[in-house]
């Protein structure tokens, strides 16, 4: 009885704690702004998706970075390719369960050979894929792959 | 001897899990994969094909299966006109258990597909053409014996709604194919789920 209670309040904390998670929905020419204007020294944009597995499997590595004191400079945006129809009930959710702080956006659209080389012209369009830009020396880096652990923070040393 | 310089050049050929893979333009080999039958299926297969749709898809990935009823239309659409499809299923089932091989079998049941569903089980085929993602579409061209890759890309612009699809990208392809007239989009990208190399 007690182990049905204290599971019924966890999931009651999960769901409150889920719909009090913002993610801005955004546009392909908000990301583009974003990208254009960046208001941080460095910032790293990572295209991920809830479906895709060896996205889920990289996101600490992003999160690592995001939470690191030492790289305060830095920026992580964790760009969301799930579908729009499911962003309470599959993005915030997982966001919430995986305790994730980095600043997510979702971006939705539909026409993706749109949009695709404008983020990079190297990009195939699988994911996971990730962007940094380097706004103090007016520079990008795309990479199609998944990280290893430590990868992320030794690219970010190299670049400074 | 011979055996082994075969075996070299067949093994040096595919030293790269990642090769540059096929532009617009580049001759395409055949394959001999397993399908889910059992039954081996090359392109050589099909005396009368004027060209494939050769479509590297999975089980697994959400976009993929948003496409298999499209998949099937365009199949069943083009076959009779020469261009049938041929599916890949390009993943290593360590890596992506849903993707195996009775996996397949089940999905292809589930969906009764009218094509083959072949299973590249070394990834090289994958390799050589250069698919990164599922799903992957190759639109081959018969021209004097040869396999001449005429579009590489999307099926179209809207994986949500197939009925807010504004540009039809392979069907555009075949029907100017069809009507001996140059492909005007030849290649084309979209958001899709990377490849499950083998982990060596």
Redesign the interface.
Known sequence: MRLAITTCLVIIALVVNAQEIEIEVIKFNQLSEMITNGKHELEVYN?WAT????CIAELPYFEAVNNDKDLGHVKVFLIS?D?VEQLDNRVKSFVARRNLTSDIKLLDE?????F??KIDPS??????ATLIVDNINDKKYFY?K?FEEGELETLIQNIQ | MLVIAVAVAIGSAFVSPRAEGYEVGDTAIDFSLKNIDGDIVSMSDYDDAKGFLVIFTCNTCPYAKMYEDRIIDLDEKYKDKGYPVIAINPNDPVRSPGDSWNEMKTRYADKSMTYPYLFDETQEITSAYGATKTPHVYLLNKEADKLVVKYIGAIDDNFKDASAVTKTYVEDAVDALIDNKAVQTTSTKAIGCTIKWKES
């Open positions: 295209f479906w895709c597995k060896p390719l579908f539909t026409d993706y050979n749109a695709i080389d990009w195939s369009g699988a994911i996971p199609e998944s």
